[in-house]
């Protein structure tokens, strides 16, 4: 089997029905999208197919084309550069991270779709759970990202460890 | 400062000469970190100072997203005179722990106790460092060392105005004899501890380079799922191994003590696949016929049963509700409920009949390294556990560490083979160590003039103690039960002056396994209390917060925290139309919060949390924006719990299997949060959990003010909010 992950075509065996989760993480080793439920609640797996944010616990690998192109947490950026991942260090976003791969995933593709979404499309667009509570933060961090990384905007005054 | 004489002896906290080499371990990466220590110079057991100026300071209690780990660091560096941005940490083992005789003192990490418990001999141990490295400085320019100045890393001999870095004097430094007569800083002279700093440990979760529990990756390593039997207590009968002998990837099927199997393959989703086709029989033993209605009924027994133990009592309890003007009663209760870390249980197994080593996400190594040797056989010299980051602990992951003991009874049978044993969440769900189940009744002795003079409080159900540290309960009480409800003390005390008190615990043990759960007991007790009082206000046509401010006066920091919220959530003017508001308060984990909900509710039931207001005093704060992050974590964590959260069971079972069935607080139902971050001084409080025990309560209460309705039994989903 082929998949397009980041950028990169990868070949290797397993059967039809594995979950593109459990080849992300087993197979390619891209251990960055984490299991959470297997059932699509959690949103902890989700990553870009073809743009669009997928739970990959439920697809089955052989439902994806090889010419799709997946992009995973690790992929999302070549150094970190990400806006959604600057404005998430930024606002000191993530507590256990867990989720959070994830998170960012989700709102990448959101931002994406729709550079200035609303408290609204945010509602709806972020599904993913998040057990020790970070949603407004999150939310803070959308809206940076929407405001061309305006850090200050969020008004949470963190302290840089350079500045300190 | 006082002169430090040299050579070493190496005594301060327990330094030994072995201990920079070989055991010590990174945060990020457990295996490339090891050559890298053997070279670096250790000032004291807390601090390792590069000669590139690089800090390495230890922390021992473990990060899951609460902060400690930065704000531990902060407390060592603030008294180091570091310079914050060289700062890095790492987790020593509990093997070097057991070597160096428990030289970091506690591995726990629970309770809200990572620096109120730790903050004087980590800063003790900062502030030893930094004086050994400014006489090194002194001796190597061989001035008194009183002329000498830290800053930022950098010693400055100010007569003569030359400079030394912390990395140049580090190895001199780690050969000095430690300082006893250590002076820490004054609070109000703080430069980074009490600041709003970044934390240490962003980065890597946001670019999926954070290696948890569950990423593991060792080489050879075989992966492993598990099922035990799904009705609590029960045992396996039998399995038929051949029946998935031959799909793909298997390599060994396997009862895992009495009560559960294993498949370990290649890859983990091989061995989940191959495990659900395996037919199991189940021996489901004596909770087979065992429901949620039976449970209920053990506690509803014990609301009344005169085997009651008491917690806290003043006055004349029993003459203050005879002699009553008036009586009020109301029965409320708590379910079962779920940790539901996102990342499930898991554990990495490497045994030899010569060593056991095991690498998981634990909230207390020590108790891990002591779950391990059982399991292994091994004393616990000859076994080691690596700390790895945690994905969500919230109290799963301390006091039992049974997933680590699973994980090394299969790799047991593997001699030699890593085997890293993932549950799924199904396995999470039906094997937790559940939030207790308890009732209470309370009833309410009023003057003629509608004053609260006498007040009992009868708790009856689960006891964690006994069921995980039987030894802790003296004489038949379990002291966590009465967590906020204590006499006047530092921990967690009833906050409010009532005469005639009376409150008692009637241990109702069902054969549900619990654990403590983010809040613990504070949670439900805080539920109770701040709904009667509110049914009391209520009833005697009080307003809620005035009630409170008059039962509160003898109590100016409860009182000081409850006028906070006030203020800010604007209690003297009306809200918009619609909106209605709610307040709780409790003291519990050190520290004091309160809390004011707003919300609103639909004619056809559906509620809204607008906005909470929450302040808490915790005596000192560290970095207040992880307090505000802590602050509106326990909101979801105490809502999710408030709105869905429930456990129960049947036939044995708990019917809660995922997320599709325990349903948990998201972005859409969040409220906005205000926090007040009011430290007092003077003493040293937690800030992880106090302020979920506060956000039931205030939901509730604001939405009797909305509707009515008064909700005595969580979770709310089992309600009607429909007008």
Known sequence: MKLNVNGQVHEFEAEEDTPLLWVLREQLGLTGTKYGCGIAQCGACTVHIDGEPTRSCVRPVSTVDAKSKIVTIEGLSKDDSHPVQKAWAALDVPQCGFCQSGMIMAASALLKQKPHPTDADIDAAMTNICRCGTYNRVRKAIHVVAKGGDVKSAGLNIVEGSKA | ?723
Request: glycine content about 8%; aromatic content about 6%; charged content about 20%.
């Open chain 2, 1 to 723: 400062m006082s002169e430090i004489a040299s050579p070493s002896r190496r005594s301060f906290l327990g330094k030994s000469a072995g201990a920079a080499a070989g055991l010590m371990f990174g945060f990020h990466i457990p295996f490339d970190a090891v050559a890298q220590e053997a070279i670096a110079p250790e000032i004291n057991a807390w601090v390792v100072v590069k000669p590139d100026d690089t800090i390495v300071i230890r922390i021992a209690r473990s990060e899951m997203g609460q902060g400690t780990l930065t704000g531990l660091a902060q407390l060592v560096s603030e008294e180091l005179d570091a310079d914050w941005s060289k700062v890095t940490t790492e987790y020593p083992t509990p093997g070097q722990q057991l070597a160096r005789n428990r030289v970091w003192g506690s591995f726990s990490t629970g309770g809200s106790r990572g620096v109120r418990e730790s903050h004087e001999y980590v800063r003790k141990g900062g502030a030893a460092a930094r004086m050994m490295l400014v006489q090194a400085a002194a001796n190597q320019w061989n001035v008194p060392v009183t002329e000498c100045v830290a800053e930022k890393s950098v010693i400055t001999h100010k007569p003569s105005g030359r400079k030394l870095t912390y990395g140049a004097v580090s190895d001199a430094a780690g050969k000095l004899q430690a300082p006893t007569d250590i002076k820490l800083k004054d609070p109000k002279d703080w430069k980074l501890a009490g600041k709003r700093l970044a934390r240490l440990d962003t980065v890597d979760k946001t670019t999926g380079k954070q290696v948890y529990g569950m990423d593991l990756k060792l080489p050879d390593m075989l992966n492993a799922a598990i099922k035990d039997c799904p009705v609590l207590g029960g045992k396996v009968k039998s399995f038929d191994a051949k029946a998935i002998a031959n799909k793909p990837g298997v390599k060994k099927v396997l009862q895992v003590g009495d009560s559960a199997v294993a498949v370990v393959a290649d890859t983990w989703w091989r061995a989940r696949t191959a495990l659900d086709a395996l037919p199991i029989e189940w021996d489901k033993g004596a909770n087979a016929s065992i429901s949620q209605a039976d449970v209920n009924k053990t506690l509803k027994e014990g609301l009344d049963a005169s085997d009651a133990v008491a917690g806290n009592s003043a006055g004349d309890i029993k003459a203050g509700l005879s002699g009553a003007a008036r009586k009020i009663e109301a029965v409320y209760s708590y379910p079962h409920q779920n940790h539901a870390t996102m990342e499930v249980m898991n554990a990495t197994a490497k045994w030899t009949p010569e060593r056991c080593e095991v690498w998981t996400p634990t909230q207390n190594g020590e108790a891990a390294l002591a779950a391990v040797s059982e399991a292994a056989g091994l004393p616990q010299n000859k076994c080691e556990v690596y700390k790895l980051h945690l994905g969500g602990g919230f109290g799963r992951r301390g006091a039992t560490h049974d997933w680590a003991q699973q994980a090394v009874l299969i790799a047991k049978e593997m001699p030699g083979t890593p085997i890293k044993l993932i549950w799924t969440r199904e396995e999470d769900m039906l094997h937790g160590r559940y939030h207790p189940i308890t009732q209470c009744k309370m009833t309410a002795g009023l003057d003629e003039k509608g004053e609260l003079k006498s007040l009992h409080m009868r708790i009856s159900g689960q006891s964690i103690l006994a069921a995980l540290f039987p030894q802790a309960v003296k004489d038949g009480k379990d002291a966590a039960v009465f967590q906020g409800l204590n006499p006047p003390g530092p921990e967690a005390s009833f906050t409010y002056g009532v005469p005639n008190l009376l409150i008692d615990h009637a241990m109702r043990n069902p054969p549900v396994i619990p654990g403590f759960w983010r809040g613990v007991n504070l949670n439900q007790n805080t539920v109770y209390v701040e709904s009667f009082i509110d049914e009391i206000a209520h009833a005697t046509k009080q307003d809620p917060l005035a009630l409170r401010r008059k039962l509160l006066k003898d109590n100016p920091k409860a009182l000081a925290v409850l006028n906070a919220v006030a203020d800010k959530a604007g209690y003297s003017k009306p809200l918009k139309k619609g909106v209605y508001r709610g307040l709780a308060q409790c003291m519990g984990f050190g520290s004091y919060v309160a809390a004011c909900a707003e919300v609103s509710v639909s004619k056809d039931g559906k509620l809204k949390i607008h906005r909470i207001v929450a302040a808490t005093d915790p005596g000192h704060a560290v970095n207040p924006q992880q307090i505000e992050a802590q602050v509106e974590g326990s909101f979801v964590y105490g809502l999710s719990a408030a709105l869905y959260g429930e456990c129960t069971l049947k036939d044995g079972q708990m019917e809660q299997t995922n997320f599709d069935t325990y349903n948990v607080l998201k972005m859409d139902e969040m409220p906005k949060v205000e926090t007040i971050v009011m430290p007092s001084g003077g003493f040293w409080g937690g800030v992880g959990e106090p302020t979920i025990a506060v956000a039931a309560p205030a939901v509730l209460n604001a939405i009797f003010a909305a509707t009515g309705k008064r909700i005595r039994d969580l979770p709310l989903k089992n309600h009607s909010l429909k007008a």
